[in-house]
T-cell receptor, first 115, second 113 residues
Framework: DSGVTQTPKHLITATGQRVTLRCSPR?????VYWYQQSLDQGLQFLIQ???????AKGNILERFSAQQFPDLHSELNLSSLELGDSALYFC??????????????FGPGTRLTVL | SQKIEQNSEALNIQEGKTATLTCNYT??????LQWYRQDPGRGPVFLLL?????KEKRKERLKVTFDTTLKQSLFHITASQPADSATYLC????????????FGRGTSLIVHP
């Protein structure tokens, strides 16, 4: 158990809908990362937050957005969903996220299925 | 373009043997390289980090080498056990020492009893 929690575990929805994925980082970690993992793309970095502020952006679509709240939990919002958005979405956390030695701890993931 | 290449074919070995996984990269010189383990349906777990000026790193039964001339990292598991069966991902910084690594697609390791 990494100490990172994600809800829900599974999510099934229809094209065009909007969903929210939730992540609680490990106690004491200030940095949260979101990743998407699909069979054809592998693990792709989406976005990072540090202590409530956006720190780095990866391959995140404009239809996707995220935020980190004062209690440090984070939410990833996916809108106008398409079939291709079906994937595993992972949240990871680290103490600060400013050093290469700052280990990322991954949550169990949310499996999103868009029908 | 920059690429990280890991063998997409599963590696099958017998229990007790040494498993060796390969990570090749092109068109870049990363400052570091990491290896993760991922079990089906679960998040990756960090195993080891090796910097560009380090040739080798060890942790218990794990050993990682980093050859910046060949642009290759080898990941070894000695005395492998069925419990080592998983997908192993390499990850490295693809842009100027970024602390957020880019992941390879991973290689599946299956250790047979």
């Amino acid at each position: 158990d990494s100490g990172v929690t994600q809800t829900p575990k599974h999510l099934i929805t229809a094209t065009g809908q909007r969903v929210t994925l939730r992540c609680s980082p490990r106690s004491g970690d200030l940095s949260v990362y979101w990743y998407q993992q699909s069979l054809d793309q592998g693990l792709q970095f989406l976005i990072q937050y540090y202590n409530g502020e956006e720190r780095a952006k990866g391959n995140i679509l404009e239809r996707f957005s995220a935020q980190q709240f004062p209690d440090l939990h984070s939410e990833l919002n996916l809108s106008s969903l398409e079939l291709g958005d079906s994937a595993l979405y992972f949240c990871a956390s680290s103490v600060a996220g400013t050093l290469i030695t700052d280990t990322q701890y991954f949550g169990p993931g949310t499996r999103l299925t868009v029908l | 373009s920059q690429k990280i290449e890991q063998n997409s074919e599963a590696l099958n070995i017998q229990e007790g043997k040494t498993a060796t996984l390969t990570c090749n990269y092109t068109n870049y010189s990363p400052a570091y390289l990491q290896w993760y383990r991922q079990d089906p349906g679960r998040g990756p777990v960090f195993l080891l980090l090796i910097r560009e000026n380090e040739k080798e790193k060890r942790k218990e039964r794990l050993k990682v080498t980093f050859d910046t001339t060949l642009k290759q990292s080898l990941f070894h598991i000695t005395a492998s056990q069925p419990a080592d069966s998983a997908t192993y991902l390499c990850a490295l910084d693809m842009t100027g020492g970024s602390y957020i690594p880019t992941f390879g697609r991973g290689t599946s390791l299956i250790v047979h009893p």
